[in-house]
């Protein structure tokens, strides 16, 4: 098939950036979107023009290198795919097809299609995690998880990470990732101990970090290639309110519940 | 260059903990005055970065990827394995031990191997306490599957991503140091050489992947864990950026490179659907716990699987492996795999792929069941291949996966540069002349967490360093060299694209150094590799800048290595005149073409050293004693 | 690399515990749940209170002499908490709109909503029409400094019925019915999910309680108006 696509070009995070139309010529629909617009950088470099600048590495669906914002909607049409992953037989011959980078002001364009996610990383930083330095573990089968906690945990841990919740939704939030990792460690007993301290420093990052705020658009959880619910922002709410509301602003949150 | 193994002595049970005892210490204080390098943050990478910034070493860590958390290990689906013996089923640190040795076809490192197992069982506790979430029993018990080359349930999982899990508990680590400031992360950084002074490692060059600055961090220890180069093929089921940059400048710098020619071909991969194909996607090998490998018995016989009758279907693992069958080890199934397909019996376009079919499985347990353990592996199957395996059975063939090759490595992980140690992927590792499934991610962190914070302590303990600084000359060298070669890839402006030098390399190595070789091959392919090499530097065109992002420019340094380290891994092949593991020779196979060792001749570690452009890289040997692990013709029949 | 400087540790500890809650969108978001809800407790009972109408002129302008004379201070305990919600209200709304909108500054060429629906993607403009409405609201059937038709203190059913003869004041109470369906169509499913009081669903995106205690609200309101004006509810007198 053949289509024309307009792609988003921009020389280095200060300059001015603007859509490019590119014609790309008898795709396969066994080609992955990556794959397709590898075809029309090796056409453009052959012409001595400068490829489409894009993140991507394991074209698996699993590291959340690729980002393209895919005619408005971040990681193309099919539901739970990241755009590694979505083949071109989800497109027609001739269509038009508008590719846009993730937009967020947490998310400077560096080049083209690529957005610079560090801000993802420090929330992590600022609390996503349990605090478990090598050594002196207790044997894995002291702790009893039951299998329901587990899979829930696992539901959201299942996040890459790739910040389409981000640029899906209309308010710049990130409250599905931070949501997803404070679920993740929340509902496993080795998270309880500092489960209250956890969300309260994650939050302050997030806000910090200039992403939006929640209004349950729902727009993250239709984008989000691994399906994560928005239930897990409920949970991150839930868990916020409880921090404030037990004096336990950035305290240390003792295990109960 | 001398090849000291440095396994201290005693009874192979006590030998690690003897030697933690013996190895020199870092006074708490001292600690934060010595800067540790970490190039790579994958399991091995990010394990030892956070490990090393807990004990209180001044960390730098790199990757190319814009976050830690996208290393490769991240596509690590199937699982981890450990001796834990939950399952009671007789497992036990003695056999994970003998079945990697024997897996590995008696070409790793007894000392090592052992070592691998007894801490495999200190990995699972770390990662639970870290929040990884293991697959569970309804009792709240850990859940364990089997895994090919093995005869018992040793292998923990969390769906099909449990790569993705462990990186995450590693990564999760690696920011809490980050945020504590104990470690400097540098993400889209390149490592572009290493700096050797008064011979030793004391720092990288490395070249900012957005801004393309070249900087140099000079450091007191040089860890690479910069994962595989089966890259080199062009067609993997590694991820894209997968490189040999790292360990190849350190192969330059005076390092030896072990077993190049040892790679893994994994049996269960989706088949390529045309020249667009940029990369393989792989099947975990857990799906083999139940699916059935066949192909049609006669020849050419294109009828839909569902219409050939059970009587007419020759599942060929089960029949020429029955103990064994369909998990059977990942060489073994491949060449089957090979061999059917040779006689013309392959499946879907091409002849090229087997069935791998579940329907008995679903019979048996029900869909449910199948869903629950590889539900999102048949959704990446669909997504990929537009078939629904839960109707239709899955084609498969075998593809690159691994590379047990590496860079050569003591007991300490330290390389043949003293301060340059080496872990995972990228060094040559316990694995021998073939992995086991499952074992990657085990080595990865158990070098990690526990073997380099250690070893690394006593480098530094035992020695005297002389500080330097990035205004050493050394350095000043390595950044011109670096700015230098960037400047050539520019200024060349040829006629063909990095890829298509890429997919040449490729298809040569595919071809001739594959899943079989022989010596006409090998010796035609290094004819071949020059050749592309030279017109390479001719006539590539690398267009943009250096002086921004430019993935055009990424692709061609790594490209540029990947054409030397051919040259190298069809070396190597050639001299090996044996077959083993993943290294077939046709000349060296038993009558019923299974692979022939030659140990009299072989059984030793092939450790080449860089002897300067233009000169043939010189052998040297470590032999391979086997005091534990009887040597006997590996059978899974 | 600036992408992973060091993260200042315990950051909510620095301001004080509800310092730190009011500065976080979380924190702003549960103030305008929370008081969003009294809102909506507010608005049934005052439905309710409406309906009456459909009784008799006694009984309505009974319950407003109850409200007025009866408990005469509960009445300015319960406007008070109203005031002081609509005020939380509209200024935690007015500033999470802000920081929500400086969170995209540059906008995209292409954006097709997969699930925000109408009623959440109108929260905003909505609310204000809803403020607009109240200001009116009191002025015409509290206060009476707004007279389309001259005001009777005391007398509702008499300011209800004459009021609603006037076509545009008719009009404004529509209009105004229907921003409220909506606002709360939204904000009644989403409220309870900001103070985290939902629980796991397979499709969290449905909502039928909000659908149906919108639906009732809008109806319970809209119909007083409607009665007047079409159906000549209270000509007689
Ligand atoms: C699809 C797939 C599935 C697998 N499944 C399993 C499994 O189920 N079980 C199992 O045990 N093993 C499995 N493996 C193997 C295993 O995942 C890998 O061997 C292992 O993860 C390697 O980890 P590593 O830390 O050594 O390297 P990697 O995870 O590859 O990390 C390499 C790191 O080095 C960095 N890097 C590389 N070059 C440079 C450079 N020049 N400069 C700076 N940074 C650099 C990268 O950015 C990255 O951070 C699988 C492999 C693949 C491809
Ligand atoms: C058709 C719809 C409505 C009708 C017919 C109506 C009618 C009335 C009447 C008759 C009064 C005066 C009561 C009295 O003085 O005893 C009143 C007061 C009031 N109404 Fe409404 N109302 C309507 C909708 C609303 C809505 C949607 C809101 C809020 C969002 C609202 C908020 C108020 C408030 C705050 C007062 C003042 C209460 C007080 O402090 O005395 N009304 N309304
Ligand atoms: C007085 C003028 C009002 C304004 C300006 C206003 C504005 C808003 C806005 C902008 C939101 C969504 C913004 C966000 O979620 O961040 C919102 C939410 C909400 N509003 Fe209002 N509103 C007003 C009146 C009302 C009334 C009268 C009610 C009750 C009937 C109400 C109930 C709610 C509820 C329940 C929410 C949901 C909060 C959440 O999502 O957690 N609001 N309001
Ligand atoms: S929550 Fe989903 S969309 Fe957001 S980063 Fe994680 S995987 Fe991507
Ligand atoms: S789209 Fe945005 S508004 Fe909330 S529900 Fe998702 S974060
Ligand atoms: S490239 Fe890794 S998720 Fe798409």
């Known amino acids: 098939m053949n289509l024309t696509l307009h792609v988003w070009r921009q020389a280095g995070p200060a300059a001015e950036g603007r859509f490019v139309t590119y014609q790309a010529h008898d795709i396969s629909e066994d080609m992955s979107f990556l794959e397709m617009m590898d075809v029309v950088n090796e056409e453009l470099i052959q012409k001595g023009e400068l490829p489409v600048a894009f993140d991507h590495d394991c074209r698996e669906g699993i590291c959340g290198s690729c980002s393209m914002m895919i005619n408005g909607v971040a990681h193309g049409p099919q539901r739970g795919t990241a755009t590694c992953q979505l083949f071109m037989r989800h497109f027609h011959d001739g269509e038009e097809i508008w590719v846009e980078p993730w937009r967020a002001r947490a998310f400077p364009v560096i080049k083209d299609l690529v957005v610079d996610r560090g801000a993802l990383d420090r929330i992590v930083a600022a609390g996503g995690f349990i605090t478990a330095p090598t050594g002196g573990a207790r044997d894995a089968n002291n702790i009893l998880v039951a299998k329901t906690a587990v899979d829930e945990a696992m539901d959201a841990a299942a996040c890459i990470g790739c910040g389409a919740c981000v640029a899906a939704c209309p308010n710049g939030s990130a409250s599905l990732f931070t949501g997803a990792k404070i679920s993740h460690l929340g509902l496993l007993p080795q998270g309880q101990t500092e489960r209250y301290r956890r969300v309260i420093d994650m939050v302050a990052r997030m806000d910090e970090e200039q992403f939006g705020g929640c209004t349950w658009h729902g727009e993250c959880q239709e984008a989000c290639p691994k399906e994560i619910s928005i239930d897990v922002i409920a949970r991150m709410n839930r868990d916020y309110l409880k921090a404030v509301w037990m004096q336990r602003d950035g305290g240390d949150g003792g295990g109960e519940e | ?421 080496v872990g995972g992927e990228a060094n040559f590792s316990d694995h021998g002349a073939n992995r086991l499934g499952a074992s990657a991610l085990m080595q990865g962190l158990a070098d990690g967490y526990f ?96 002086a921004e992002l430019n993935q055009a420019l990424e692709k061609a340094g790594r490209v540029a290595d990947f054409l030397e380290l051919a040259e190298l891994i069809c070396t190597d092949a050639l001299h090996r005149r044996e077959s083993c593991g993943g290294h077939f020779r046709e000349e060296s196979q038993t009558p019923d073409g299974e692979a022939l060792r030659d140990d009299e001749h072989f059984a030793y570690v092939a450790a080449w050293a860089y002897a300067g452009d233009g000169n043939a890289p010189v052998l040297h040997k470590e032999p391979l004693e086997f005091e534990h692990v009887h040597l006997s013709q590996r059978s899974y029949k | 690399m600036a992408s992973h400087i060091a993260v200042p540790a315990r950051r909510g500890a620095a301001l004080g515990r509800i310092g730190a809650f009011w500065r976080s969108t979380i924190g702003k978001k549960i103030v305008m749940a929370a008081t969003g809800l009294i809102m909506v407790a507010f608005v049934i009972v005052h439905m309710i209170g409406n309906l009456q109408v459909f009784v008799s002129p006694q009984k309505i302008n009974g319950y407003s002499y109850f409200l007025h004379h009866i408990i005469g201070e509960l009445l300015w305990v319960a406007r008070v908490v109203l005031l002081v919600s609509v005020v939380l209200h509209i200024v935690a709304a007015y500033q999470l709109t802000r920081l929500d909108r400086a969170a995209r500054p540059v906008g995209y060429a292409r954006k097709t909503p997969q699930a925000a629906t109408v009623a959440s993607r109108t929260m905003r403009w909505g609310g204000v029409a809803l403020a607009l409405f109240i200001v009116f609201h009191i002025l015409h059937l509290t206060t009476g400094t707004i007279q389309p038709v001259p005001y009777t203190e005391g007398d509702v059913y008499a300011n209800l019925v004459g009021g609603f003869q006037v076509w545009w004041v008719t009009l404004i109470y529509v209009l105004a019915m229907i921003a409220l369906g909506l606002h709360m169509f939204h904000g009644g499913w989403s409220s309870i999910r900001t103070l985290g009081m939902s629980q796991p669903q397979r499709q969290p995106l449905r909502r039928p309680v909000a659908f149906t205690l919108a639906v009732i609200v809008w109806i319970g309101f809209t119909c007083v108006p409607v009665a007047i004006f079409f159906f000549g509810l209270g000509r007689g007198r």
């Open chain 2, 1 to 421: 260059m001398e090849l000291n193994s440095r396994i201290p002595d005693g009874p192979i049970e006590r030998k690690w903990d003897k030697h933690r005892f013996d190895m020199k210490l870092v006074n708490p204080a001292n600690k934060r005055k010595f800067t540790v390098v970490v190039v790579g943050s994958g399991l091995a990478g990010a394990s030892a970065a956070a490990s090393l910034a807990e004990l209180g070493y001044n960390v730098k860590c790199f990757c190319f990827q814009d976050s830690p958390r996208r290393a490769h290990s991240i596509a690590a689906q199937g699982g981890i394995n450990a001796a834990k013996n939950y399952q009671n089923d007789g497992d036990s640190v003695w056999r994970l031990f003998y079945d990697t040795v024997k897996g590995g076809d008696y070409r790793s490192r007894e000392a090592n191997v052992y070592r691998l197992a007894e801490l495999s069982v200190n990995i699972i506790d770390q990662c639970v306490a870290q929040g990884v979430p293991f697959a569970r029993e309804y009792g709240g018990l850990l859940a364990n599957r089997s895994f090919g080359g093995a005869q018992v349930s040793r292998t923990f999982y969390a769906r099909g991503q449990t790569g993705q899990q462990l990186l995450l508990g590693a990564y999760q680590a690696l920011e809490r140091q980050v945020g504590l400031g104990r470690l400097r992360m540098y993400p889209r950084t390149e490592m572009l050489d290493l700096v050797v002074i008064d011979g030793r490692a004391r720092g990288i060059v490395t070249r900012s992947l957005v801004t393309g600055e070249v900087e140099s961090h000079p450091a007191d220890a040089v860890i690479l864990a910069t994962g595989g180069y089966g890259n080199v093929f062009y067609l993997s089921t590694n991820a894209k950026g997968s490189n040999c940059t790292a360990i190849w400048r350190a192969y330059k710098r005076g390092a030896a490179f072990a077993n190049p020619c040892y790679t893994q071909i994994h049996p269960t991969c989706i088949p390529q659907s045309g020249e667009h194909q940029s990369k393989l996607t792989l099947m975990s090998e857990s799906l083999r716990n139940d699916g059935r490998v066949w192909v049609p018995k006669q020849k050419g016989d294109r009828r839909p699987p569902d219409q050939i009758p059970e009587s007419e279907r020759d599942y060929y693992l089960e029949r020429m492996y029955p103990s064994f069958g369909n998990l059977s080890p990942r060489d073994i199934a491949s060449r089957a795999a090979k061999r059917v397909c040779d006689e013309g019996r392959g499946v879907g376009p091409g002849g090229l792929g087997v069935y791998l079919d579940f329907a008995d499985a679903i019979k048996r347990l029900g869909e449910q069941v199948i869903r629950e353990r590889y539900g999102n592996l048949f959704e990446m199957y669909e997504r990929i291949t537009n078939d629904n395996p839960y109707k239709v059975p899955m084609r498969i063939y075998p593809a690159v996966h691994y590379t047990m090759g590496g860079l050569w490595v003591d007991y300490n992980l330290m390389s043949t540069i003293p301060g340059l140690h």
């Open chain 2, 451 to 546: 073997v380099l914070p250690a070893t690394i302590g006593d480098y530094l303990g035992a020695n005297k360093l002389a500080p330097v600084d990035a205004s050493h000359p050394a350095f000043r060298d390595a950044e011109r060299g670096v700015a230098e070669r960037t400047r050539r890839l520019l200024s060349i402006n040829g006629k063909r694209t990095v890829d298509s030098f890429h997919r040449e390399l490729g298809k040569v190595m595919w071809d001739y150094c594959g899943m079989a070789r022989n010596e006409a091959g090998l010796r035609h392919a290094l004819e071949r590799i020059p050749q592309i090499r030279e017109e390479f530097w001719r006539n590539v065109n690398v267009p943009g800048s250096d």
